[in-house]
């Protein structure tokens, strides 16, 4: 009998896994989301970190907010934020008095200090959800550590400039003229500037929404969820945009039932 020769298969190949991601350190992150957020947000997709980020702005909100309760007029400020309030036609002026008196006691000011730290850890447990879930909807391959990345990153990246912008505006500005109730807050980067004073609550949440550093964030996301996620660029802006649009119904819905703005 013959000996028949077979061709001898070639040896298999490594499947292709694609461009690696780059290795970042955290403070090369937080500089990339300025310099080269696609790079910075390639890299949390391997190595998903936010803690840091967190930190900082919970540190922005803090700095800030210590800086305008510190040249206002803080009783003031909070009786006009108590009269203006869901139930603040319904308290009498001793009732006003005690609450402002609370407020603007060591307890009370403590509590000012203490809200922004709770209120950064709902954000940012809150905002990686909703971004997890978006994305699991939208198709997208996306864990919650991830998710929370994108969130804290893009929301980090506007929270600094902002700040920026807001400290330098409370040291040039008035006492006298500054308003951390109005929409915005003390930096008016958005539309709700238009709008003269006395102007209809839900409207004014309306416009003040259409913000500069907001759309920044939004593009943030909408690039990070692209690059994390593994999603259509349609899909993340949809995800962003579409979170976003839920937010300022809220926010106008709750002024034109109980005329405040926030």
Not at 94 to 118: M, S, T, W
Not at 204 to 213: G, T
């Amino acid at each position: 009998m013959s000996e028949t020769n077979f061709p001898i298969p070639p040896a298999p190949q490594p499947a292709y896994a694609g461009t690696p991601a780059p290795v970042m350190s955290t403070p090369a992150t937080l500089t990339g989301i300025f310099l080269e957020p696609g790079r910075t947000f390639e890299a949390l997709r391997e190595r998903p970190r936010f803690v840091v980020a967190a930190i900082i702005i919970l540190v922005l909100s803090l700095v800030i907010t210590f800086l305008i309760f510190n040249k206002i007029d803080y009783s003031a400020f909070l009786r006009d934020q108590i009269t203006k309030g869901p139930r603040g036609d319904q308290m009498t002026p001793e009732q006003v008095d005690a609450a402002v008196g609370f407020y603007n006691g060591p307890i009370g000011k403590v509590l000012i200090y203490v809200f922004p730290i709770i209120g950064v850890a709902v954000y940012i447990a809150a905002g990686g959800a909703l971004y997890l879930l978006g994305s699991m909807l939208m198709g997208g391959v996306i864990r919650y550590k991830q998710a929370i990345s994108v969130w804290t990153y893009s929301s980090f990246a506007p929270a600094v400039l902002s700040t920026i912008v807001g400290i330098v505006v409370v040291l040039i500005t008035p006492a006298e003229d500054i308003n951390p109730g109005q929409p915005g807050g003390v930096v008016r980067a958005n539309l709700g500037i238009l709008l003269p004073h006395g102007s209809s609550p839900a409207l004014a949440a309306l416009l003040s929404s259409f913000d500069i550093f907001t759309f920044y964030g939004l593009f943030l996301a909408a690039l990070g969820l692209r690059k994390v996620g593994k999603m259509s660029s349609g899909s993340a802006w949809t995800v962003a945009v579409g979170l976003w649009l839920i937010g300022v119904i809220l926010k106008v819905g709750w002024a034109a039932i109980f005329g405040k703005t926030s």
